[in-house]
């Protein structure tokens, strides 16, 4: 059973950091593809970043245009752990950012048609 768990979001002044989580409720899901997504009020549900796995030391990883260096997806199969670091959050920031899991472990893209399961998302709130 996959139960994908967001965490680590919260309200963070523009310029700071933060690091999100995403673990499968303890489960092991070291072999999926993880994508996190965001969505924004009013808008719609965009990709952020994704990452495959490739063997225990190595992962492919897939970012969206915007990104621009500010966001790093990054995974620990000893804990179970997909982590999105976010740096020098800007306003426009603002949003539900989702985890998702492909149980297939296919190429890290950025449709969510692709991925199985959803997380419930955490609320990242950037004040300027």
């Known amino acids: 059973q996959v139960q994908l768990v967001e965490s680590g979001g919260g309200l963070v002044q523009a310029g700071g950091s933060l690091r999100l989580s995403c673990t499968n409720s303890g489960r092991t899901f070291s072999t999926y593809t993880v994508g996190w997504f965001r969505q924004a009020p009013g808008k719609e549900r965009e990709f952020v970043a994704a990452?495959?796995?490739?063997?225990?030391?190595?992962?492919?990883?897939n970012y969206a245009d915007f990104v621009k260096g500010r966001f790093t997806i990054s995974r620990d199969n000893s804990k179970n752990t997909v982590y999105l670091q976010i740096d020098n959050l800007k306003p426009d920031d603002t949003a539900v950012y989702y985890c998702a899991a492909d149980v297939h472990g296919g190429r890290p893209v950025a449709y969510g048609s692709a991925y199985d399961y959803w997380g419930q998302g955490t609320q990242v709130t950037v004040s300027s």
């Open positions: 990452i495959k796995y490739i063997n225990w030391s190595v992962s492919s990883t």
